[in-house]
Nanobody
Framework: QVQLVESGGGLVHPGGFLRLSCAAS????????MGWYRQPPGKERELVAT???????NYADSVKGRFTISRDNAENTMYLQMNSLKPEDTAVYYC???????????WGRGTQVTVSS
């Protein structure tokens, strides 16, 4: 099993920045690609960004140019640098990782990001 724990959320003004972290533990060797999803209030969960084991990245159009996903495999940690934050970025942000051998995704419990003046 893999455990994922997010941190770094909080309240920030529009135009501000935050960096989210996702620490992985347990059966780390099972992790393949990782990613961030978010769930805005009253809406469905949506993809934010993904990163492959080799470092290839993919972003939702709504965050391109503002957010950067990265991972430090030596530290078993993934990051999401969020710049130029907007009120519509307000959501619970979830870390996810997929298993390289099983049709299985692991999820963290989420961290709240609120962008408000």
């Amino acid at each position: 099993q893999v455990q994922l724990v997010e941190s770094g959320g909080g309240l920030v003004h529009p135009g501000g920045f935050l960096r989210l972290s996702c620490a992985a533990s347990g059966s780390i060797f099972r992790i393949n690609a990782m990613g961030w999803y978010r769930q805005p209030p009253g809406k469905e969960r949506e993809l934010v960004a993904t990163i492959s084991s080799g470092g290839s990245t993919n972003y939702a159009d709504s965050v391109k140019g503002r957010f950067t996903i990265s991972r430090d495999n030596a530290e078993n940690t993934m990051y999401l640098q969020m710049n130029s934050l907007k009120p519509e970025d307000t959501a619970v942000y979830y870390c996810t990782a997929n298993d390289r051998w099983a049709a299985l995704n692991y999820w963290g419990r989420g961290t709240q990001v609120t962008v408000s003046s």
